[in-house]
């Protein structure tokens, strides 16, 4: 289901993926479109995004317990130790989810709400948590520096500054992960995937693969 | 739609230091590069590539897979982009394995590690295991399985070569324990920040030969390593069920020939021997039938001698042939008390089993000899045809035993030597 | 089926069982003497075997 309407700034022609997006990307201008009702209202403009590894691209196609889904869009982060992405994915039930990307190391996880979530000066590696029904324990707690969003989101998201994330592993190939972009945490449920199981379609090219 | 992008290319750039050429072929992944010439640790994310550290090796290592090479692992091509080489101590001892970095663009990282000739296939695992204590053994359990701790050691870094997707430092260290269910590996990497688990799976150097094409064999494999697997697995199981199906096989037999041997007495008789009487003491038996198949004769002698030994000159004779068939029985038969206490050797009776006698009339001949200083002596001799030897069921089950019992002390010798390079061997610490 | 030749061995070994003991082998070392005239029957004290390596029996302790 594709709507279109055109860029505010450059008249380009917007189509979008998602009917539910609530943010998006202008391809051509690079301004950062927020839906208000039937308008877009351009708020801010992404710097070129620096080049990453990842084998993934908006339109990439993929299939995640049964669903298939498609990349419509995504949030890059860098850190340290590297970068990684945020893939925003819409399966084919009109759900909305995230397939991490670090290293072509995957995950895919879903907005869980949950009360009683840590904040960000108490969380740290080895703490266990229960959320229904699983026990997770905190990996690892990054810092990590927002690089830039591309095509659509499910939410407002841009020039944001250091953010903290934390995550987290069960026993059972489970993954969580604590967003604390916002003032409010939150958090992201879901599993470890391997590469092979996803069925990755569309995927970039790369020189002499 | 994004506007198309070129793809990613492979980078071609000096080195800062000494300007030999390097490619960087694991796209923006790579985050420190190593010049192959100067062996400078170079940021691959900085503009001029800035030179992190002159890495000093005490001495260059050449990895088996060169950098660059290529090869089909799992059903993909994989590339060895990286390489280091890793030490541990152990009783002032350093012992140091290889590490060679695979990239794919699609699949991602994975790592194959070589030690005295001994590979691993490892694939970063994003699963958290469990590490409790089991019946006094330290174990780790993941996804369904159970691995044994083998060894905790510190490893440093100590030669880099090639490309990383992290910062490499000369000297790095990480407390490494090794859990092993062969062949399989379980290993942890614990730093300061972050403790990454890994698993790994024992690989014949023949199969990492074909997949890259290398040349020439790979290192001849020395020793036995932490997660190889046991040429005897389940070989042990099924020789000794075999075993188990013989042995019950050799009973049957036995037993057939218990019910179907005729064991029948044809002669019982009790007699005497007085003292003093060495000479001419023979004598002969009355005449008796020995019927059904050419078998065997049992000559069971009773004697109620203590103290004293008797010897029987026995013939058994054939009265239609003239054949002869000479043998002879020793009794001897001591006891007494000292302070251990009372003891006894040898016996009052004896048994003969002469083999292969066939049917007809025969007789036995019976010359006995004694101490000419002993008493009397009271002695019977029954004559039984046609007895089943337990010997040959007592060596054949025996002979059944031995190889199984032989493939078991092999087997349990290479469990022996897997474990005396763990930390659980009796001196107390091993290698890797 | 592993151990093709234990079975083989196992299987040689019950045969030669099985015809031992139909045979009547024993490990009775028995000498064997042909011609035995009739008349030991009547005085066995005529008959002397011939051991090949035996003397006289001296036993005792």
Redesign the interface.
Known sequence: MSVTANCPNCGAPIQFLWSSAVQTVCPFCKSILVRRDVNLERVGAVADLPQDGSPIQIATEGVYRNHSFVVVGRILYEYGEGGWNEWHIVLNDGSSGWLSDAQAEYAVSFLTPMAGLPPADRVAPGQQYRWNGVVYEVICVTRARYRGVEGELPFEYWDKSDVIFADLESRDARFATLDYSDPQPLLFTGETVDCDALRLKNLRQFEGW | MSAPAQPPQVKALNCPNCAAPLTIRGFEHTLTVVCPNCLSVLDAKDPNFAILEKFQAKQRVEPLIPLGTRGKWRGDPWEVIGFQVRTIMADGVPYSWSEYLLFNPFKGFRYLTEYQGHWNDVTVLRTLPEVAMSSGNRIARVLGQTFRHFQTAEAETTFVLGEFPWRVHAGERARVMDFVAPPRMLSSEQTESETVWSLGEYTAGARIWEAFQLPGKPPRPVGVFENQPSPYTGSVKQIWLLCLFLLLSLLSVSQLFLIFDRQEKVFEHSYDFKPGATQEASFVTPEFDLKGRTSTVEVEISTDIANNWAYFNLALINTETGQALDFGREVSYYYGRDSDGSWSEGGPHTTALVPSVPPGRYYLRVEPERDPAASGMRYGIVIRRDVPSMMFLWIAALLLVIPPAFVTFRAMGFETTRWRESDYAPSGGGGD | ???PI??I???L??G???L???????????????????S??DN??A?R???MY?AR?V???
């Open positions: 089926m592993r151990h234990y079975l061995y196992g299987l070994l019950l030669m069982v099985t031992a003991e139909y045979r009547g082998w024993t490990f009775t070392s028995v000498n064997e003497l042909k011609n035995v005239p009739k030991v029957r066995p004290g008959y075997s011939h051991y035996y029996h036993g005792g302790k």
